[in-house]
């Protein structure tokens, strides 16, 4: 008997034919036209054009890109108000000066850019050294558009920070900070956020190795003061200030959130948070799985609405590689996600109301979430962590009493939320509890990057489904619900509405029928060959063990998609350098900077309040942290 | 609650103004009283339609996708249908696969000498079901598997292979549940065995130039 190696530890290194040419966007020249005029427009000089991008795309000087913000910011005709996302990139190999450095280069190497050589930047990377891309995606709010800012900084660089301009960056400097030790100058807070005090070096950097373990113990352990809010700094009360620990492990704080707060008496004068206890740096992990095994890992980040997760993230990958899935795995995939909407929805309603003492509801609502992970359960086996979706489709086709099954659920479903309404809507005691309870403003809201329900609460009609559709979603007759006030009632009135929203689009779906077909693409490099195939016939078990060993290898290049999650918008930024790992997989999960936001609205409020403001905020700890 | 039309596609969800009867709390109690009341007097007549099951003497049946405990299926002779090609073993995101692998001297075939599923670190994604070219690993719907030492969480073969003609019927995800006959046994002349004398129709061999950039360019 004789043992034998582990074959697939030799590394493959030949190309496979997804990833031979660089990735081409399929609406560059749009966005190549459109960032002209942005360019005209703004007339900055720190601003060179990146072509060839999925939207307008710049590369900005390290010492022009505050100016650059707030111009973009406050210019009358491009309005980007709102800042979606800040993250970087760790390209190590462009500091030695190798023009051939990864997956950055190549804006200067490729054929494949813009076919005018004017409008390429050939001295991008010469003028713009640096190990980091540090990239700031802002939305417009006023023109449904978006644009992407790069910054180039090298190890041992800092930036001046984005704070002043946008209040939502404050949270995303420190991730960065805490993930690539790029400091940024003047940041009113800048320690680590995600992981611990602790921590030795920085985790989404390219030399760390992930197989390292950080030790906390209680020394080291961050005391905590929360700064006093101005307003209350001088008032005299005849109360002793108490700082009080809200948290980590709280019933009222749904997953493991640590608040700090000061109080005066009852009042809430000053309140600091800390995250990260279930932080995993998901990221980092993509990192050493292929594209397929990343999708166990989304599942993880909103678990009530787990499958909204796989679209979104699936769908990245999918336009990286440039394909379209079946029109019937798309069906599948609308359906499947909105009833995840519903889910998460009651899920955040029913909490809410237990944290207010109404605990019937959290029964009625939960008795439509649990037939719901009955229906996610009946398609692919597992309630809460589906890992439904594959990329190019489905891991299988629904069970054939799918739309029946759907039909019953959505049939059954406004008589818990009707009950819910005729208990809680007209009820002084919980109407008292939400009335004017952590408000926040339209502008307010948009400065830190709010979206999703929490933004539509503010009076905004921002959804995802209507400003860049997908899947179809234009197809359907639905509603944007928005609420004015931006208060916990404002919230719950939103996502009420929004739940027979979902329900109205689930009801055309299945009138609709699911269309014929196969649900994943024919494609040996993406899709498993099915599996009689793979019994039966040689080539399909080649490309069996090909795909399983060697992975999808999309085009170098990089891309941003983003769907409507249950708290907001849900992107995913994938980088490929055209091997079978994820350079790197950004995702913007909707609620770090809703939560980012909270110390601002329980300023001046009290606990309880606090409390039923944060369950309307519906921060989910495996998202929050990533 | 109710809706006004801001634009189209845009509604806004107006507050419920409250009435001077609101304001008494009573009525509000009482009106919800009313459901509450409703839903127990329509629970208390109707038992047999409780959400809540009586776990564990009642237990809730899973559909044949479910993705419980895994087993590794054996052949009409006996031994076990697994060849140690370690593709479930790349194939799982949490690597809780562990498979070392021999030959059989007399012959030549390639077996595992040791295949171990660490039950705790495994999410139960299904991947190593999808990745089986051999028809040897599935999914059953056994979802108890509670254990008091974490030394126990590691199945070696001795828990996971099933005896040759082992029935269908406990079986949750593996390939074409759709296509199977109810009756039918694991292994043995189970799926596999189905699948590899049926036809397919689609007889054209996977393109190759399906991408942009392909061989094509």
């Known amino acids: ?461 921002f959804d995802v489904r209507k400003a860049t559709p997908y899947l179809g979603y234009e197809t359907y007759d639905f509603d944007v619900p928005i609420a004015e006030g931006g208060d916990t009632y404002a919230r719950f009135l939103v996502r009420m509405e929004e739940m027979r929203q979902s329900l109205r689009i689930l009801q055309q779906a299945i009138e609709r029928g699911l269309p014929e077909g196969p649900v994943i693409v024919d494609n040996p490099y993406v899709a498993l060959p099915p599996k009689a195939k793979v019994y039966n016939e040689m080539e399909s078990l080649i490309y069996h063990f090909k795909l399983i060993m060697h992975g999808i290898q999309p085009p170098v290049g990089e891309t941003y998609f983003q769907v409507e999650g249950g708290n907001g918008e849900l992107g995913f930024y994938v980088v490929s350098d055209g091997t079978k790992n994820p350079y790197r997989v950004r995702c913007r999960p909707p609620c770090f900077q809703i939560y980012s936001a909270f110390p601002d609205m329980i300023m001046g409020q009290t606990i309880p309040d606090a409390i039923a403001a944060l369950g309307s905020l519906n921060i989910i700890a495996g998202e929050l942290d990533h | 609650m109710h809706l006004t039309r801001v634009r189209p596609g845009v509604v806004k969800v107006e507050r419920t103004p409250l009435t001077v009867l609101d304001r008494l709390y009573l009525p509000a109690v009482i009106g919800g009283m009313l459901v509450t009341i409703r839903h127990l007097l329509h629970n208390l007549f109707n038992l047999k339609q409780l959400p809540t099951i009586s776990y564990p003497e009642v237990k809730r049946v899973y559909s044949e996708r479910f993705r419980g405990r895994h087993i590794l299926t054996s052949r009409e002779d006996g031994t076990t249908r697994c060849v140690a090609c370690y593709m479930c073993s790349t194939a799982c995101p949490a690597e809780c696969i562990t498979i070392q692998a021999g030959e059989d001297e007399r012959t030549r075939e390639k077996f595992p000498v040791r295949y171990e599923i660490d039950l705790l670190r495994c999410v139960f994604c299904g991947y190593c079901v999808d990745a089986c070219p051999e028809d040897a690993i599935y999914m059953t719907r056994d979802y108890e598997m509670a254990i008091d030492t974490r030394a126990r969480s590691v199945v070696g073969l001795r828990d996971l292979v099933v005896p040759p003609n082992f029935p269908v019927g406990p079986m949750g995800w593996r390939p074409y549940y759709g296509a199977i006959d109810k009756h039918g046994t694991a292994g043995g002349t189970g799926v596999g065995q189905q699948l590899r004398s049926a036809p397919f129709e689609d007889d054209a061999p996977p393109n190759p130039d399906v991408f942009r950039g392909g061989d094509a360019q």
């Open chain 1, 1 to 461: 008997m004789s043992t034998l190696t582990k074959f697939s530890a030799i590394p493959y290194t030949g190309p496979a034919p997804t990833n031979r040419n660089p990735y081409v966007p399929a609406g560059a020249e749009i966005a190549d036209a459109r960032g002209e005029v942005i360019a005209a427009a703004l007339q900055h000089p720190g601003m060179t054009p990146e072509l060839g991008q999925d939207m307008p795309s710049f590369i900005v000087d390290k010492e022009q890109i505050v100016d650059v913000l707030r111009a973009l910011k406050e210019s009358e005709v491009l309005a980007f108000t709102m800042p979606l996302d800040l993250f970087a990139v760790d390209y190590p190999g462009r500091e030695n000066g190798s023009r051939e450095s990864g997956v950055g280069s190549r804006s200067n190497t490729s054929d494949l850019q813009s076919p005018n050589p004017d409008l390429r930047p050939p001295t991008a990377d010469t003028r713009h050294p640096g190990r980091f891309d540090v990239i700031y995606q802002l939305y417009s709010l006023k023109n449904n558009e978006r644009i992407r800012l790069k910054v180039r900084v090298a190890d041992g660089e800092s930036i001046e920070t984005g704070t002043p301009v946008f209040k939502g960056l404050n949270w995303y400097e420190r991730e960065v900070f805490d993930m690539y030790g790029v400091v940024f100058d003047g940041h009113p807070n800048l320690r680590r956020i995600l992981t611990h005090e602790a921590f030795q070096g920085h985790a989404l950097r390219k030399d760390y190795d992930p197989a390292q373990r950080w030790i906390l113990t209680e020394n080291d352990v961050a005391k905590i003061i929360p700064k006093i809010d101005p307003r209350f700094e001088n008032v005299d009360t005849d109360y002793e200030r108490v700082t009080l620990n809200l948290g980590p492990s709280h019933p009222a704080t749904h997953g493991t959130l640590r608040i700090v707060v000061t109080l005066d008496g009852e009042t809430i004068i000053g309140a600091d948070q800390e995250i990260g206890y279930l932080h995993r740096c998901f990221e980092k992990m993509s990192e050493t799985h292929t594209y397929q095994q990343v999708i166990p890992y989304t599942d993880r980040l909103n678990y009530c609405s787990a499958i909204i997760n796989n679209v979104g993230y699936c769908m990245a990958v999918e336009k990286l590689l440039g394909i379209e899935v079946p029109a019937r795995a798309q069906h599948v995939r609308l359906m499947l996600s909105e009833f995840m909407r519903i889910a998460d929805h009651l899920v955040c309603i029913g909490t809410n109301l237990v944290d207010m003492g109404a605990l019937t509801n959290f029964w009625y609502l939960f008795q439509p979430r649990e037939e719901i992970y009955g229906l996610i359960e009946a398609c692919c086996g597992a309630r809460l962590l589906p890992s439904y979706t594959r990329i190019g489709g489905l891991a299988v086709d629904v069970p054939p009493d799918f739309l029946q099954k759907s039909q019953r659920l959505v049939d059954m479903m406004p008589k818990f939320i009707n009950d819910v309404e005729k208990l809680v809507d007209r009820n002084k005691i919980f109407l008292d509890r939400v009335v004017g309870v952590a408000p926040i403003s339209a502008e307010e809201a948009i400065n830190y990057g709010f979206t999703g329900p929490c933004l539509r609460a503010c009076g905004v009609p």
